[in-house]
């Protein structure tokens, strides 16, 4: 029995490393009578006669969506235009991301296409985010990333069209990488990765998933939410169940009316303990 990674699901047939050594697995039987499923990311312990996944070890965290385990970073690829940039599903994954035990980090993309002041605005984002522990790149600092990224296992996440694919062709043109279009009607772009991969990309552990539009937050508890929010933390309330919304004395909402706490920010947190 041998001890490996599993970096690729197709169907259900697993690749699973073992230093430089790849095997193709199935799982036994015992894992679907338990309700269970492998995730790239697992590590597992198999026969590696038979090809057979016979164990799953602890997982340290784990995502739904894309469905992957064992990750340090998510690097949330978000674009500035086609799509539009959303500064809504944009915390609404730095908190989903958080609350699964994953670090977030953003790569914004297709700053070409958008006009100065835009960037302008951009960069005071880019200050904000950076201020609360969220490290930030755009496409146009792939040296920085790549060292930033070094040694770690990673998963891209963001929404459809925002260059996922694509920032992976950037870090490596040589990988055989399918990139998609964006629809000008919709302003979405097509799936165009079908199934969950690790690839090695200059000492990197990077995995390119299907791209989503929008997430739900509805399973975690208004306070786990809240607790996403790290900005929120270095301001005094009154009550210290203070969920910052209608509460008097309030000093997250003091911040805030004082522009302390990004405008967005702020709001997008109402919007989703409300919902």
Same mark, same amino acid.
Request: include cysteine; charge should be positive.
């Given at each position: 029995?041998?001890?490996?990674?599993? &970096?690729?699901?197709?169907?259900? $047939?697993?690749?699973? %490393?073992? @230093?430089?050594?790849?095997?193709?697995? $199935?799982?036994?039987?015992?894992?679907?009578?338990?309700?269970?499923? =492998?995730?790239?990311?697992?590590?597992?312990?198999?026969?590696?006669?038979?090809?057979?996944?016979?164990?799953?070890?602890?997982?340290?965290?784990?995502?739904?969506? =894309?469905?992957?385990?064992?990750?340090? &970073?998510?690097?949330?690829?978000?674009?500035? %235009?086609?799509?539009?940039?959303?500064?809504?599903?944009?915390?609404?994954?730095?908190?989903? #991301?958080?609350?699964? +035990? &994953? *670090? =977030?980090?953003?790569?914004? *993309?297709?700053?070409?296409?958008?006009?100065?002041?835009?960037?302008?605005?951009? *960069?005071?984002?880019?200050?904000?985010?950076?201020?609360?522990?969220?490290? $930030?790149?755009?496409?146009?600092?792939?040296?920085?990333?790549?060292?930033?990224?070094?040694?770690?296992?990673?998963?891209?996440?963001?929404?459809? +069209?925002?260059?996922?694919?694509?920032?992976?062709?950037?870090?490596?043109?040589?990988?055989? &990488?399918? #990139? +998609?279009?964006?629809?000008?009607?919709?302003?979405?772009?097509?799936? *165009? $990765?079908?199934?969950?991969?690790?690839?090695?990309?200059?000492? #990197?552990?990077?995995?390119?998933? =299907?791209?989503?539009?929008?997430?739900?937050?509805?399973?975690?508890? %208004?306070?786990?939410?809240?607790?996403?929010?790290?900005?929120?933390?270095?301001?005094?309330? @009154?009550?210290?169940?203070?969920?910052?919304?209608?509460?008097? %004395?309030?000093?997250?909402?003091?911040?805030?009316?004082? +522009? @302390?706490?990004?405008?967005?920010?702020? @709001?997008?947190?109402?919007?989703?303990?409300?919902?």
């Amino acid at each position: 029995m041998l001890k490996g990674r599993i &970096i690729k699901n197709i169907s259900n $047939t697993y690749t699973v %490393k073992v @230093e430089n050594n790849l095997y193709e697995c $199935t799982p036994r039987g015992k894992f679907r009578n338990e309700g269970l499923t =492998p995730l790239v990311g697992d590590e597992v312990e198999f026969d590696e006669k038979n090809n057979y996944i016979l164990n799953i070890l602890p997982r340290k965290n784990s995502l739904d969506r =894309p469905s992957i385990s064992n990750v340090d &970073i998510a690097l949330i690829v978000t674009s500035l %235009k086609t799509p539009d940039l959303s500064l809504n599903l944009l915390d609404k994954e730095i908190t989903s #991301i958080i609350l699964a +035990g &994953i *670090t =977030p980090v953003i790569c914004f *993309t297709k700053l070409d296409l958008v006009e100065d002041l835009t960037l302008n605005e951009l *960069t005071k984002l880019r200050k904000y985010y950076e201020k609360i522990n969220i490290k $930030t790149f755009t496409n146009k600092e792939i040296n920085s990333l790549i060292k930033f990224l070094k040694d770690k296992y990673v998963v891209l996440t963001g929404q459809t +069209g925002a260059g996922k694919s694509k920032l992976l062709k950037m870090l490596d043109p040589h990988k055989n &990488i399918l #990139i +998609g279009e964006v629809s000008l009607a919709l302003g979405r772009g097509k799936h *165009t $990765t079908r199934h969950t991969e690790f690839y090695e990309i200059k000492n #990197i552990y990077i995995a390119d998933t =299907p791209g989503f539009s929008s997430l739900d937050l509805s399973k975690y508890s %208004k306070e786990d939410i809240k607790n996403t929010f790290a900005e929120f933390s270095k301001y005094t309330c @009154e009550y210290r169940d203070c969920m910052h919304l209608k509460e008097n %004395k309030c000093g997250v909402k003091e911040a805030y009316n004082k +522009g @302390e706490i990004l405008k967005s920010r702020y @709001e997008n947190y109402c919007n989703f303990i409300n919902k």
